[in-house]
Antibody
Framework: QVQLQESGPGLVKPSETLSLTCTVS??????????WGWIRQPPGKGLEWIAS???????YYNSSLKSRLAISVDTSKNQLSLKLNSVTAADTAVYYC??????????????WGQGTLVTVSS | DIQMTQSPPSLSASVGDRVTITCRAS??????LAWYQRKPGKAPKLLIY???SLQSGVPSRFSGSGYGTDFTLTISSLQPEDVATYYC?????????FGGGTKVEI
């Protein structure tokens, strides 16, 4: 079955760029059926959808983060990536990648990665 | 953005109890609601989609209902392995939004 695994630095300094990779195994990221999403959860807060991308390049961003955000897909490596620049302590969160059934309308996420904690601190 | 409000934030129940979690949307979302279960240190798991459709492989003691703004997730007979935090998510309007979670304990 499809599995997702997030990876990246666990500590990022304020004002720097947070970079994460999600490796997909057991299935192709180039499937036309699915979108691939990033979701985060700050400590003590709820889940926040960040963005979703199709392997074709169609991308949907949460407007609250759009100006600082870039996501991409590397089909040769079966990976998706997230870059969030100018980070602050408010970006400290567990970051998840997940497979979505669509860009947003009627979208549900399954499966998810286990998540990776990123702390923004000097 | 559509706000998703879950209640209660936490609950404690006994094995075998019927447990109900509520999710309310700030505006109508038709039936485009999903429920997830997250256990500590594990990946969130999809339980219910389109408000009442059971995801493949999910035990039948889980069920969902609702339409418009009010939705419920019901565990008909709580089991020890159901200890987790449960989240709702709307997929009717951009951007996707989640509820704050309900922590279920025994």
């Amino acid at each position: 079955q499809v599995q997702l695994q997030e990876s990246g630095p666990g500590l990022v300094k304020p004002s720097e760029t947070l970079s994460l990779t999600c490796t997909v195994s057991g299935g192709s990221i180039s499937s036309s059926t699915y979108y691939w999403g990033w979701i985060r959860q700050p400590p003590g807060k709820g889940l926040e959808w960040i963005a979703s991308i199709h392997y074709s390049g169609n991308t949907y961003y949460n407007s609250s983060l759009k100006s600082r955000l870039a996501i991409s897909v590397d089909t040769s490596k079966n990976q998706l990536s997230l870059k969030l620049n100018s980070v602050t302590a408010a970006d400290t969160a567990v970051y998840y990648c997940a497979r979505g059934t669509s860009a947003w309308y009627e979208c549900r996420f399954d499966p998810w990665g286990q998540g990776t904690l990123v702390t923004v601190s000097s | 953005d559509i706000q998703m409000t879950q209640s209660p934030p936490s609950l404690s129940a006994s094995v075998g109890d019927r447990v109900t979690i509520t999710c309310r949307a700030s505006q109508g979302i038709s039936s485009w609601l999903a429920w997830y279960q997250r256990k500590p240190g594990k990946a969130p798991k999809l339980l219910i989609y389109a408000a009442s459709s059971l995801q493949s492989g999910v035990p039948s003691r889980f069920s969902g209902s609702g339409y418009g703004t009010d939705f419920t997730l019901t565990i008909s007979s709580l089991q020890p392995e159901d200890v987790a935090t449960y989240y709702c998510q709307q997929a009717n309007s951009f951007p996707l939004t989640f509820g704050g979670g309900t922590k279920v304990e025994i």
